[in-house]
């Protein structure tokens, strides 16, 4: 019987979870959901949730549970025809619990990608600040360098990307996110891949999602954020 399907994707800052989920979204037709992209939203929009969110982003801070919670729930619950793809949500233990109590997910994807390979990708990183558009000079260069392909508006480096930030913010990710592989372990849905390149965890990923959805209604399948 057809269903919707539900998935969410982990892995440490540069470990390639908006790469693949790009790729997962047009090769399966799911909705890739960024809650990076719907902080970011909020934020441009000052609703309630976007200002406080704000406060949090622009000290480094990841933005507390209840308010991740509060602005990112409502929407799931409102993709009630669509089959997604969760990127950066759940963080914490909290949030994979809450989201735990408002859906139930079918896989929870987890990257595993050495150090040294995270530091040299974030170093070649280049994002467009108001979209969230990933670039990397090497693997995935814009058109021109230094601007971006859609909006022709110029590409920053972020701060914490520099590989001196990128150990604490790496530390940090293997604290908090050690408890929610546990929780998505113990519920049987965990799927971990870990290799250097993304071009050989992709066709595993695929292979997996393949067999998972195989009867996806075609009316579920939803265009990608992007
Ligand atoms: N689930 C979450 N819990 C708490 N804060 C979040 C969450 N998702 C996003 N944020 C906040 O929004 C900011 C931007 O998120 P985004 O995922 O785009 O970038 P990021 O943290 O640099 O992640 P990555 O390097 O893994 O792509 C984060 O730095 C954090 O402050
Ligand atoms: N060299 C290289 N870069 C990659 C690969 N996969 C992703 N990237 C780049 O590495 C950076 C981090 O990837 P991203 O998808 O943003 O990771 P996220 O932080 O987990 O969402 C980006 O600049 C990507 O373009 C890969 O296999 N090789």
Redesign the pocket.
Same mark, same amino acid.
């Given at each position: 019987m057809s269903k919707l399907f539900r998935a969410v994707i982990m892995?440490?800052?540069? !470990?390639g979870?908006?790469t693949i989920s790009e790729r997962i979204a047009h090769s399966f037709g799911l909705k890739h959901l !960024? !809650?990076?992209?719907?902080?970011?939203e909020n934020i441009s929009a000052k609703t309630e949730a976007g200002v406080l969110?704000k406060t949090?982003?622009k000290k480094?801070?990841?933005?507390? /549970?209840h308010?991740?919670t509060r602005l990112?729930l409502p929407r799931l619950e409102e993709m009630t025809k669509c089959s997604w793809l969760l /990127?950066?949500?759940?963080?914490?233990l909290a %949030?994979a619990e809450a989201l735990n109590s408002a859906c139930d997910l079918d896989v929870a994807i987890n990257l595993n990608i050495p150090l040294e390979t995270l530091k040299e990708r974030?170093r070649h990183?280049w994002?467009h600040p108001s979209s969230?558009r990933?670039y990397n000079m090497c693997f995935n260069p814009p058109r021109v360098q230094g601007i971006d392909d859609i909006t022709g508006e110029p590409l920053i480096q %972020?701060e /914490? /990307?520099r590989p001196e930030a990128l150990v604490a913010?790496l530390r940090h990710?293997k604290d908090v996110a050690k408890p929610v592989i546990d929780f998505y372990k113990a519920k049987g849905i965990l799927y971990t891949y870990s290799d250097t390149e993304t071009d050989q965890i992709w066709p595993n990923i695929s292979t997996l999602l393949s067999t998972k959805i195989p009867t996806i209604q075609s009316d579920a399948r939803c265009a990608s954020t992007h």
């Open positions: 892995g440490p800052p540069g !470990s979870k908006g !960024s !809650s990076g992209d719907f902080v970011r969110a949090y982003i480094g801070l990841l933005v507390p /549970d308010v991740m990112l /990127d950066g949500f759940p963080r914490t %949030q974030l990183r994002i969230g990933v %972020q /914490d /990307d913010r990710y």
